[in-house]
């Protein structure tokens, strides 16, 4: 939904379910005899009103200053240096949240999950969420926890609902979370344990119990585990002087103890989530319930009428380790909605969507990609598909110009069917970040889902986000205005040619959701907070006439050409990744070269399409070594770098095709699934040195 490091959480290979609903949708615009003039008839019949907007579109910041701080026109305090921190008296910590959550609903369901995917959703109501999680909370202090903000506790699982009465046990008692990744590794979990100095770590099963059994960190004393251990692990436990207790007999010893809550304050930390660099050691962010209160609080007011409610289901499948799933979590709780828990297998995502049927969902623009292209792949073929297809998008386009987002036009029930059936058939709500859109991927998902799709911008450090689009605002390819509980400013990066006084710098963000720190690193929390309390993003971008926001380039990973021009790859990068025949892509520098090269790793369904089409066949590897291929996806890039704007000297004058995907497992992917940059130089060295080579 907001933060940097989710975009990335939907492998390739499990991206398949995804494809089978979008497949079958595509199936649908075969159906023949459908004429335009009867669909223009039958929507007059059903016309909605348009969206009303807030404010007039045209003008959606508040400006203030030689600065030109962007302020949000939902602030209750005006453009003045005074951000929101709450928007319910009753709820100022995450220790009040539930409460709220249990009197909104009536006491109704809260956490869902299901034993096995032929079964169906069971639940629990908020007051045995909250009775749970205290009598959790109250059996960690039996176990010689102390109540306040100085004990850390780690939580190692996938989401499930014991994540969730881990999170809220810890607040019950004060006590600080620490979420550890699930792809994260042995070697980084002890580095954190060790930093955190972590009495017990919450672990979801077996596996990750013996991971972290391989090298104890000397702090760790206790694991409990929610699946149950092994004889061996046990073992293995008990010899090096770690208990091990299963999450129930933790509550049942809470039980019998019945420590009364410590509830925290709004000053307190909550948090600390760790952010994965792509080189070093993990960074601690540090952020107190006010910040993450405040966050979710302004989100609730900019979002008006689409907020949230006790009506309202979410799936819960975006690892809870990162604050854009907590965030989420978060608001649902606070409308007193209810969370179902996937069932830990991506591959299954649509059967549990199907089952549980959500209103809202956090999604991510790679998971946008991939339908977009499927469905693009699967028009390819046929002239009758393609031309009901465009008759059906050009139609809900317009809609989308009215301000108009309804699911019950006649495509709708012909051409969209399948894809909105894929995810339930009850979406109402979903809110996208963490990397850029191409405006026709999200009007394509707006008209193809039928409902609201909310576009965002934010960081782990500033609590996930900061920007929303403003509802009724429909166009694309900008993430909206700030929220009401911060601001932001741009600065000049001279090096990159870009000044704050043309439009164009450095984001900065200040507010209540900013974070204190990152834990026991002053020297890059200087780096990053500057003395008057602005977040310094390391991202690009402008601000458009109407005020909102796009983000228009990165400003780290820069190098230097040989010509003195600076080259910033990752904005290559995301204007080559839109090629159909691009699954990965890297692109390369030195300041002693003139130009750039890349590795690619192709798009398999799209290379073999074509080189069937042209009488090639053999594996991938094979395929990446024909000539043809690698000119054809030299060609296409070329053809996007140019469309996108890129300068004769950023585009790659070379590639090298690789059969392989950059993964966590292989290092070359981060734990939230970004390039690791020096990792993926020295791997393709060899490569990169052949490819310079031809040009000395």
Not at 122 to 143: C, D, H, K, P
Not at 200 to 220: F, G, Y
Not at 543 to 562: A, E
Request: charged letters at 20%; a neutral charge.
């Amino acid at each position: 939904m907001f933060s940097a490091g989710t975009d990335e959480f939907v492998h390739d290979q499990d991206d398949e379910q995804y494809y089978d609903f979008i497949s079958g949708a595509a199936g649908m615009l075969a159906i023949a005899g459908i004429g335009v003039a009867a669909a223009s008839a039958y929507y007059l019949s059903k016309k909605p009103a348009p969206t009303q907007p807030p404010f007039n579109l045209d003008n959606q910041t508040m400006v203030e200053g030689p600065d030109l701080i962007h302020y949000s026109r939902f602030s209750p305090y005006g453009n003045e240096m005074k951000f929101m921190r709450y928007l319910y008296d009753d709820t100022r910590t995450l220790y009040d949240v539930m409460p709220r959550g249990s009197r909104i609903s009536n006491n109704g369901p809260c956490l869902g999950w299901r034993a096995d995917p032929s079964s169906k959703y069971q639940w629990i109501s908020y007051q045995e969420t909250m009775l749970r999680a205290q009598n959790f909370g109250s059996g960690l202090v039996a176990l010689g926890l102390k109540p306040g903000p100085d004990t850390l506790v780690g939580v190692y699982s996938q989401n499930n609902p014991e994540w969730v009465l881990s999170e809220y046990a810890l607040y019950t008692y004060s006590m600080v979370v620490v979420p550890l990744y699930d792809t994260l590794g042995p070697d980084a979990c002890q580095f954190i344990i060790n930093q955190a100095e972590m009495p017990l770590v919450i672990c979801e099963n077996d596996e990750k119990c013996r991971s972290l059994l391989k090298d104890i960190p000397a702090c760790l004393k206790h694991l409990v585990h929610i699946k149950p251990l092994s004889n061996e692990t046990i073992e293995l436990a008990k010899r090096n002087g770690i208990n091990t207790l299963s999450f129930h007999e933790v509550e049942t010893l809470g039980n019998e103890y019945k420590f009364k809550p410590v509830p925290p304050r709004p000053e307190d930390l909550s948090i600390i989530c760790y952010t994965s660099g792509t080189t070093g050691h993990p960074k601690g962010v540090m952020l107190t319930h006010e910040n993450v209160i405040a966050d979710a609080s302004a989100i609730l007011l900019h979002m008006g009428d689409t907020k949230p409610n006790s009506s309202d289901v979410m799936i819960s499948f975006l690892p809870l380790a990162h604050m854009l799933e907590r965030i989420s979590h978060l608001v649902l709780y606070i409308g007193g909605g209810a969370i179902g828990f996937f069932g830990g297998d991506i591959r299954n995502l649509m059967d549990d969507m199907q089952a549980l049927k959500p209103t809202i969902t956090p999604a991510v623009p790679r998971l946008f990609n991939r339908i977009y292209d499927k469905v693009q792949s699967g028009l390819s073929n046929s002239k009758v598909k393609r031309l009901l297809f465009n008759a059906a998008l050009g139609s809900k386009e317009r809609d989308l110009r009215r301000g108009i987002i309804q699911k019950n036009t006649i495509w709708d029930k012909l051409i969209f069917k399948k894809v909105q059936d894929g995810m339930g058939g009850r979406i109402r709500l979903i809110v996208v970040g963490s990397a850029p859109l191409a405006g026709a991927v999200m009007n394509f998902m707006r008209c193809a889902l039928g409902c609201v799709i909310v576009e965002s911008y934010g960081l782990t450090e500033c609590a996930a986000p900061t920007t929303l689009t403003v509802n009724g605002d429909y166009t694309p390819e900008h993430v909206g205005t700030p929220i009401p509980c911060c601001a932001i400013k741009l600065i000049d990066v001279p090096d990159m040619n870009y000044y704050a006084a043309s439009g164009r710098g450095e984001i900065c963000i200040k507010g209540t959701n900013v974070f204190k720190g990152y834990f026991k690193d002053p020297e890059k929390t200087n780096e990053t907070l500057d003395k008057d309390g602005w977040l310094h993003t390391g991202d690009i971008g402008t601000f458009l006439d109407n005020g909102t926001l796009k983000i228009i380039d990165r400003r780290k990973h820069i190098f230097k050409m040989s010509q003195g021009e600076y080259i910033a790859p990752e904005k290559i990068e995301s204007i080559y990744i839109k090629s159909q025949y691009v699954a990965q892509v890297f692109v390369h520098g030195e300041s002693l070269k003139s130009c750039t090269v890349g590795v690619i790793v192709p798009e398999e369904e799209s290379v073999r399409h074509y080189a069937n089409q042209h009488g090639i066949s053999g594996s991938l590897s094979f395929l990446c070594n024909i000539p043809e291929i690698k000119q054809l996806i030299l060609n296409e890039i070329t053809d996007f770098g140019k469309k996108g704007g890129l300068k004769s000297f950023e585009q790659v004058k070379d590639i090298y095709l690789h059969p392989d995907l950059f993964t966590v497992e292989n290092g070359l992917l981060t734990p939230v699934l970004k390039s690791k940059r020096p990792e993926l130089r020295t791997f393709f060295r060899a490569q990169l040195v052949d490819m310079y080579r031809k040009f000395d």
